[in-house]
C-alpha cells in the first residue's frame, strides 16, 4: 500500500485536531508549523476534508479548523478514500482484462487479498486511536517544538 503526499499531510492534520478536540479551531499556519509540512499546501488539504465533512472552518480573527466529529467516529480508511479517492495500486484491481496474464495471474488474488487486510486495518483504526499520548513519543507528532 501506498500513501500519497496529499494522505500524508491529511493524516497529520487530522491527528493534530484530534489532539486539540474538541478545544477552539485551530490555524492552518499552527498545524503546518507542529507536523513541519508546507501550509500553502497544507491549506488546500484541508479545503479538500472539509469538502468531504472531515472538518469544519471558521473565519475571523479566531478562525481555524476544528474536526467535523469526535476523533473516535473518522478512521484512517475515511480520510485516505477522501484524499486519494480509495483506488487500488494496480490498474488490473479495477480492470482485470488491461493485464497480459488476465485471469490466470496468481499474484492478483494474493495483492487483492493483502489490500483488503490493510483496508481492513485502515477501517478499524480512529483518529482517537492515533493522538499521541504525551508520555509516548510518537511518530506523527510532528517535529518537537
Known amino acids: 500500500m501506498r500513501l500519497s503526499m496529499k494522505a500524508d499531510y491529511g493524516v497529520r492534520a487530522l491527528v493534530d485536531l484530534a489532539a486539540h478536540y474538541p478545544g477552539p479551531a ?11 509540512v508546507p501550509a500553502a499546501y497544507l491549506d488546500q488539504v484541508l479545503l479538500c476534508l472539509r469538502r468531504h465533512a472531515l472538518v469544519v472552518s471558521t473565519r475571523g480573527p479566531r478562525g481555524g479548523h476544528a474536526l467535523a ?5 473518522i478512521t484512517l480508511a475515511e480520510v485516505i478514500a477522501a484524499l486519494d479517492g480509495g483506488q487500488a495500486e494496480m490498474a488490473c484491481f479495477r480492470e482485470p ?6 485471469g490466470r495471474c496468481r499474484l492478483r488474488g494474493a495483492l487483492q487479498a493483502a489490500e483488503a487486510a490493510a483496508h481492513s ?6 483518529l482517537a486511536d492515533l493522538v499521541p ?6 511518530l506523527l507528532a510532528g517535529p518537537a517544538a
Not at 499520548?133 to 510518537?138: D, G, I, K
Request: hydrophobic share 35%; proline share 9%.
Open 26 to 36: 485551530v490555524t492552518c499556519q499552527a498545524i503546518a508549523a507542529r507536523q513541519g
Open 97 to 102: 482484462n488491461v493485464c497480459e496474464v488476465g
Open 69 to 73: 466529529r469526535e476523533p473516535s467516529t
Open 121 to 126: 486495518v485502515l477501517a478499524d483504526t480512529t
Open 133 to 138: 499520548n504525551p508520555a509516548v513519543p510518537s
